[in-house]
């Protein structure tokens, strides 16, 4: 069985993460990971009220550590970052922006705060903040993004900092995995294959563009103005949101609005024309759904023959 820094720090008995969906990762689906060996991660982004019993849900469900994931632009950020101490939640990911107002009382009330990072210079910062570690993520990943790929970015940070990375941006298996570890990562995070787990209460219709993908089928909006890059399913909502992004008369305001409700319409109510279906270039190789702890399984044993089993390709 793999052991690293993080496997070890977080008492977790795989080095895998899962990512923090916005309006997707709830407390079923995080249990299911932790329960599993890895970290489930719950989003904070539907308000406190919401965190406070997908809390509740996870905790009845495993004993094992769990994380949330606080987007730091939410509205409801000061609440669910209070919620996080109070709930005595033993780990947060964050994205959107530093976490850095939040950090001391975080660090006082014995939470690991592992950010989200996409340059060298964010990981130096919080490392110096005190986070436990960093998750590096590329842009293959669904969801907003930096430019950065992962096999670019990953090597970099671990090179900058001293304390563990995780590698993040286009992992499904454990071929993603192992290319991980020998970028120098110590766990992994992974959202894109968990959508499509058994576990996962995202609209079926959403799972369904995700096993329909093919290599190809992603798009990134946003870039025009640049802080607001996100990753898709190729769809009737992105073509739109393009062909508006460029228009004559766009501005980064009018840009940002085009998105506001989307991926809910989406996940939630399962509009997959109109809303945002954010997945990862991955997506071609997500092609059946299964549970989680089959998943976890499946990658954790494929990842440790591919390490012990490299010379079968390198002499």
């Known amino acids: ?115 989200v990072v996409a340059s060298v210079a964010m990981a130096v910062r919080m490392e110096k903040l005190g986070a436990f570690a960093v998750v590096a993520e590329g842009q293959e990943s669904g969801g907003h993004i930096g430019e950065l790929t992962t096999i670019a970015l990953v090597p970099q940070v671990v090179d900058a900092v001293s304390i563990p990375v995780i590698a993040a941006g286009g992992i499904a298996d454990g071929r993603g995995t192992a290319a991980s570890f020998m970028l120098g990562a110590e766990g992994v995070q992974i959202g894109t294959r968990f959508l499509v787990a058994e576990e996962c209460g995202v609209h079926e219709n959403y799972k369904k563009m995700v096993l329909d993908a093919a290599d190809t089928s992603t798009v990134t909006t946003g870039r025009r103005f640049g802080g607001n890059t996100c990753r898709c399913i190729k769809n009737k909502f992105s073509r739109e949101f393009i062909v508006k992004e460029y228009a004559p008369d766009a501005t980064p305001e009018s840009v940002a609005d085009l998105g506001v409700g989307a991926l809910r319409r989406a996940a939630v109510e399962g509009d997959t024309k109109t809303g945002c279906v954010l997945a990862g270039q991955i997506s071609g190789m997500v092609n059946r759904p299964q549970p989680v702890a089959e998943m976890i399984e499946e990658i954790m044993k494929d990842t440790e023959e591919l390490l012990k089993g490299a010379t079968k390709w390198i002499k």
């Open 1 to 115: 069985m793999l052991s690293t820094r993080i496997t070890e720090g977080l008492g977790l008995r795989y080095p895998v993460f899962q990512g923090g969906m916005a309006w997707i990762a709830d407390g079923k689906l995080a249990a299911a990971v932790s329960e599993a060996g890895g970290l489930g991660i719950i989003s904070a982004m539907a308000g406190g009220d919401y965190l406070r019993g997908q809390i509740k849900i996870a905790r009845e469900l495993t004993d094992r550590p769990i994380g949330v994931n606080l987007m730091l632009q939410s509205p409801t950020a000061e609440e669910a970052a209070q919620i996080i101490i109070d709930e005595k939640v033993e780990v947060v990911t964050t994205g959107a922006g530093m976490p850095t107002k939040f950090m001391p009382a975080w660090l006082e009330a014995g939470v690991k705060v592992i950010p």
